[in-house]
């Protein structure tokens, strides 16, 4: 059986659905605002143009982008077709939101951007911080 945290596209639907409750109970969890609005100031992203999320899991943080900014474009880019199936799902009618299966080395667009990486839901509070602040 595959490690379904390294690899989710073999993963059981049942197992995605486990995987996508926790990143959306930490997504919503009173704690990460703060944490991703610090990330933000300090990456200082453009307030129009392109801001990539890259492995944007099930869209927490793609969504916050969209709200944060909303002049940007922000794709959120994620290797796993499941988890990218329940991002756009999750983002229901909202057209500010485009999910892409990638790996978010690809280009999208031209102009002034930002790349944000997959890390508000992985790495501890430390490294986040560490990572965001130099």
């Not at 379904?4 to 659905?17: L, V």
């Not at 474009?73 to 939101?97: H, I, M, Y």
């Not at 990638?102 to 501890?124: K, Y």
Request: aromatic letters at 4%.
């Amino acid at each position: 059986m595959a490690d379904p945290f390294t690899n989710q596209d073999a993963a059981s639907p049942e197992m995605i659905e486990i995987i996508v409750a926790g990143l959306e109970t930490r997504a919503a969890d009173p704690s990460m605002p703060p944490v991703i609005a610090a990330c933000f100031d300090a990456l200082n992203p453009p307030d129009s143009g392109l801001i990539v999320d890259a492995g944007a899991d099930a869209g927490g943080v793609t969504r916050r982008i969209a709200d944060r900014f909303p002049r940007a474009q922000a794709p959120g880019v994620e290797p796993s077709v499941a988890l990218t199936d329940r991002a756009k799902a999750l983002a229901g009618a909202r057209a500010d939101l485009d999910f892409r299966t990638g790996d978010g080395a690809e280009r999208h667009g031209s102009g002034r951007g930002a790349v944000i990486g997959a890390g508000f839901s992985r790495p501890s509070p430390k490294e986040r911080n560490a990572s965001c602040n130099g």
